[in-house]
C-alpha cells in the first residue's frame, strides 16, 4: 500500500490524470452530426479507454488510503466516484445495446463534468467553483424565499387571470390555467421575456366573451342574429346580442381589472427580478471578492498542500505527531513563507522560526513518547507566524476551541513549547560537544607533538632521542603523555 500511495497520490500523478481528462475532454468534442458508424465505434473505443483510466485511478486510490478514507479525505473522490459510476453505466450502454437509449446522451454529457476537477490547478476557475460553494448557502435561502413569492403569485395568478381570453402572448403555452403552466410562467418572467406583453394581454376588455354554443335570436328591430359557437364577441358593441343569450353559454374571458393586472405584474418584477435575483447576484460578486481576496493571503491552499505532503514524509504512520527533532526538517522542506527552503541561512532562519512559534510540546498517550508536536497546533503556529500579527482574543478562543476537539486528550496541559525543547536541546549539545572536546583534548596534544617530532623539533631536549628514528620517537611521546600521573 504504502509504494502504491507514493505513486497515486503525487502531484506527478494528478497532472497526468489532468493530461487525461484533457484528452477525454477533446474526444468528446469530436462526436458531429451525421458521423459515420466507424467514427462511432472509435468514439466509444476511446471513452472506454479513458473510463478504463479513471477506473485504474479509483481503485488504485482505494489500496493506497483504503475505501472508507477515499470517500471522507477528499470530496473530489466523491465527485469522481459519481463521474466513473456515469462513465461505466455509458460504456455498457454504448456496447452492450443497440437499441436507442434515451438516456445515453446525458450520460455522455455527464462525462464533461470531469472537467470541473481542473479547478484544483487553475487560479480563476478555483475562484469561480469555490464562490459557487460558499454561496450555496446564501443562493438556497434566497431560493427560498424566491419561489415562496412565485407560488404566491402564481396563485393569485389563477385567480385573477386564469380565465382571461388566449391571445398572441398569452397563449397555451405560457398561461394561468394551470399551476404548472402559472409557475413556468413565473420563472419565465424572472427573465424578463416579454413579461409586459403578457400584462397587456392580461388587460384585454374587447372580444373577449366566448360563445359556447351556437345561438340564434330576434333583436328588438326585427333582425335576425346567428353566432355560432367558439366566437368571441365584444360586451360593447355586441351588447344587444348579449344581452338575447342566456348566461350559460356565455363564457366571460375578460381582464377583472386592467388596473389590477399593472399593479400585479408590476410588483412581481419588482420583488422577484429587482429584488431577489440581484440579491443572489450581490452575494456572488461579494464572495468572489472574498475568494479572490483569501488567494491573495500569504498562505494559500497550494502552500496547505506542500505541508501536508511533507508532513506525510515524516509521519508515515499517519499518526498526527512528529518528534520535535524533525521540526527542522519539516521547515527545511517548505518553500516559503511557511518554511525557509531555497532561502540562505537556513540554520539561523529555522532557529528563529522554531523561537518565534507556539508549538506546544506534548506525549503521545498511546506510545508514551515525549516531546512531540501535533500536525494541527504546528500548522496554525507557522500561519500565525506569516500573519505577522494576532489574533483577537474571541477568534482565537473560538479557533483554539475547534484545535482542541481534533486533539488528543490530555491529562495534564503541556507545559512546554517546541521553543523551549528546541533551546535545551541546542545547549545540551553544546554542553556535550565541550565535553567531548575537553575529552579529545590530549590526543589533539598528541598530533601536534607528532607533527612537531616530524619535522625535527626535540621539544624535550634530551640528546638520546635525536638518535632514534621518527616512528620510535613517536611512540616515547605516546608513552609519556598517556601515562598516568
Given at each position: ?12 500523478a ?5 493530461a ?14 451525421g ?12 471513452n472506454a479507454?479513458?473510463?478504463?483510466i479513471?477506473?485504474?485511478e479509483?481503485?488504485?486510490k ?5 475505501i472508507?478514507?477515499y470517500?471522507?479525505?477528499d470530496k ?5 466516484f459519481?463521474?466513473?459510476?456515469i462513465?461505466?453505466?455509458g460504456v ?20 464533461v463534468?470531469r472537467?470541473?476537477?481542473l ?6 476557475l ?6 459557487l460553494?460558499?454561496?450555496?448557502p446564501?443562493i438556497?435561502n434566497i431560493?427560498s424565499v ?5 407560488f ?15 391571445q398572441?402572448n ?5 398561461n394561468f ?8 410562467m413565473?420563472?419565465?418572467?424572472l427573465?424578463?421575456?416579454?413579461w ?14 366566448y ?6 335570436g330576434?333583436?328588438p ?12 364577441l365584444?360586451s360593447?358593441?355586441d351588447?344587444?346580442v348579449l344581452?338575447l ?6 363564457d366571460?374571458?375578460?381582464s ?9 405584474f ?9 429584488l431577489?435575483v440581484?440579491?443572489v ?9 472574498n475568494?479572490t481576496y483569501?488567494?491573495d493571503?500569504?498562505?494559500t ?12 514524509e515524516?509521519?508515515p ?12 526538517i ?17 540554520r ?8 518565534n ?8 498517550k ?7 508536536i501535533?500536525?494541527?497546533e ?10 505577522g ?9 473560538r ?6 476537539r ?7 496541559p503541556?507545559?512546554?513549547t517546541?521553543?523551549?525543547?528546541h ?8 554542553i556535550r560537544?565541550?565535553m ?11 598530533e ?6 616530524g ?5 624535550y ?5 635525536e638518535?632514534?628514528s ?6 616515547q611521546?605516546?608513552?609519556?603523555l598517556?601515562?598516568p600521573?
Amino acid at each position: 500500500r504504502a509504494a502504491v500511495f507514493d505513486i497515486i497520490m503525487t502531484e506527478a500523478a494528478e497532472y497526468a490524470m489532468f493530461a487525461v481528462i484533457m484528452c477525454n475532454a477533446v474526444v468528446l468534442m469530436m462526436v458531429h452530426y451525421g458521423q459515420s458508424h466507424r467514427w462511432d465505434v472509435a468514439i466509444s473505443a476511446a471513452n472506454a479507454c479513458f473510463t478504463g483510466i479513471f477506473i485504474i485511478e479509483m481503485v488504485l486510490k482505494w489500496i493506497a488510503v483504503g475505501i472508507p478514507t477515499y470517500f471522507t479525505a477528499d470530496k473530489w473522490n466523491v465527485f469522481d466516484f459519481f463521474i466513473v459510476c456515469i462513465s461505466i453505466i455509458g460504456v455498457g450502454c454504448d456496447f452492450g445495446t443497440t437499441a436507442t437509449v434515451t438516456v445515453l446522451p446525458l450520460l455522455r454529457m455527464l462525462r464533461v463534468v470531469r472537467v470541473v476537477k481542473l479547478a484544483r490547478r487553475a487560479r480563476n476557475l478555483r475562484i469561480m467553483v469555490s464562490t459557487l460553494v460558499w454561496s450555496a448557502p446564501a443562493i438556497f435561502n434566497i431560493g427560498s424565499v424566491l419561489f415562496l413569492v412565485m407560488f404566491i403569485y402564481a396563485i393569485a395568478g389563477m385567480t385573477l387571470f386564469g380565465n382571461v381570453k388566449l391571445q398572441a402572448n398569452l397563449d397555451q403555452h405560457a398561461n394561468f390555467q394551470t399551476f404548472p403552466s402559472a409557475m413556468l410562467m413565473m420563472f419565465r418572467m424572472l427573465t424578463g421575456e416579454n413579461w409586459n406583453a403578457i400584462m397587456w394581454d392580461c388587460m384585454i376588455k374587447t372580444d373577449c366573451i366566448y360563445i359556447t354554443e351556437d345561438f340564434t335570436g330576434t333583436l328588438p328591430d326585427g333582425d335576425t342574429v346567428s353566432v355560432q359557437g367558439g366566437h368571441y364577441l365584444d360586451s360593447k358593441t355586441d351588447a344587444a346580442v348579449l344581452g338575447l343569450m342566456p348566461k350559460s353559454i356565455k363564457d366571460d374571458q375578460c381582464s377583472p381589472a386592467p388596473a389590477l393586472a399593472v399593479i400585479y405584474f408590476l410588483t412581481y418584477m419588482l420583488i422577484a427580478t429587482y429584488l431577489l435575483v440581484n440579491m443572489v447576484v450581490g452575494i456572488i460578486i461579494d464572495n468572489i471578492q472574498n475568494i479572490t481576496y483569501q488567494e491573495d493571503l500569504p498562505v494559500t491552499h497550494p502552500h496547505l498542500e506542500r505541508f501536508v505532503t511533507v508532513w506525510e514524509e515524516l509521519d508515515p504512520h499517519a499518526t498526527g505527531f512528529i518528534h520535535i527533532n524533525h521540526l527542522g526538517i519539516l521547515l527545511e522542506e517548505l518553500p516559503p513563507p511557511l518554511g525557509v527552503k531555497g532561502l540562505d541561512n537556513v540554520r539561523i532562519r529555522i532557529q528563529d522560526t522554531i523561537m518565534n512559534c507556539d508549538i506546544p510540546s506534548r506525549t503521545v498517550k498511546t506510545t508514551g513518547r515525549v516531546h512531540y508536536i501535533h500536525f494541527l497546533e504546528t500548522l496554525h503556529a507557522l500561519a500565525g507566524r506569516v500573519a505577522g500579527t494576532d489574533l483577537p482574543l474571541e477568534e482565537e478562543y473560538r479557533i483554539h476551541a475547534k484545535l482542541l476537539r481534533r486533539l488528543p486528550k490530555d491529562e495534564e496541559p503541556p507545559k512546554y513549547t517546541a521553543a523551549h525543547v528546541h533551546s535545551a536541546i541546542q545547549v545540551a549539545c553544546a554542553i556535550r560537544a565541550f565535553m567531548h572536546r575537553k575529552r579529545l583534548a590530549p590526543l589533539w596534544h598528541i598530533e601536534q607533538l607528532k607533527s612537531q617530532v616530524g619535522v625535527g623539533a626535540g621539544i624535550y631536549g634530551i640528546s638520546g632521542l635525536e638518535k632514534q628514528s621518527k616512528e620510535e620517537a613517536r611512540a616515547q611521546l605516546e608513552r609519556e603523555l598517556l601515562a598516568p600521573k
